[in-house]
């Protein structure tokens, strides 16, 4: 089946009340150990028709690479806009079973709560696997900032309630920071501020995004 027919059969209308029942599952206190041991990134590349995936871990406190894994396979899903998790969620599975040293907590390349339907790749993963997640996207998906006045984030509204918050870096960039699962807001900040502290980019992040290209640009049609 080409990507045209799945879009055609694709129920837009179903995924969405899919996402919204699996909003209500979302836990927004933390489920963390006191100490965070590994921190992972996600992210996903794309060649054609193919979708890579490529997740890091971390030592938290020094942010040094612990392991790093990558798997390939096929699209499963058109892309659509505000379900990009149905797209990305296949071949990020496939790389997370590959991990040999489990993560505490996962940072995703993508929006968490801060999601029209509440529940964007961060949250979706979350779910599914169980673990904590935290959303961190480089734009806005939803929701205005408030003032930042004298701190370095600014909570995100949206339809009256704080969906994630924006976080200014060390570079001056803001990164939209969202609660994916088993993580506070707080908790979430505290972390993607931690390990942003070199660049503008989470370490966990710049990595699994540089490993995922990498591999995309192995691939020969």
Not at 24 to 31: A, L, M, N, S, Y
Not at 89 to 106: A, E, G, N, S
Request: aromatic share 8%.
């Amino acid at each position: 089946m080409s990507l045209a027919d799945l879009k055609s059969r694709f129920s837009v209308e179903k995924a969405h009340k899919a996402q919204l029942q699996l909003s209500k599952r979302i836990i927004f206190e933390d489920g963390l150990s006191k100490k965070i041991g590994y921190v992972a990134g996600v992210d996903v590349a794309y060649a054609k028709n193919l979708a890579i995936s490529a997740v890091v871990v971390l030592e938290y406190d020094v942010l040094e690479l612990v392991e790093a894994q990558t798997a390939i396979c096929k699209v499963a899903f058109p892309y659509i806009p505000t379900l990009l998790s149905f797209r990305e969620l296949p071949p990020t599975l496939m790389c997370i079973r590959k991990l040999k040293v489990q993560p505490d907590v996962f940072l995703v390349d993508g929006q968490g709560y801060a999601h029209p339907y509440r529940c964007g790749f961060a949250s979706h993963l979350g779910v599914v696997l169980g673990k904590p997640t935290i959303g961190v996207a480089k734009s806005r998906l939803v929701g205005e900032a408030e003032p930042f006045g004298n701190r370095d984030f600014a909570y995100l509204w949206h339809d009256g309630e704080i969906v994630g918050a924006a976080l200014k870096t060390s570079v001056g960039k803001a990164l939209y920071v969202s609660v994916g699962h088993m993580v506070s807001l707080e908790t979430a900040i505290k972390i993607v501020r931690h390990c942003a502290r070199y660049s503008g980019v989470p370490e966990p992040l710049r990595m699994a995004h540089e490993m995922a290209t990498a591999e995309r640009n192995k691939i020969r049609f």
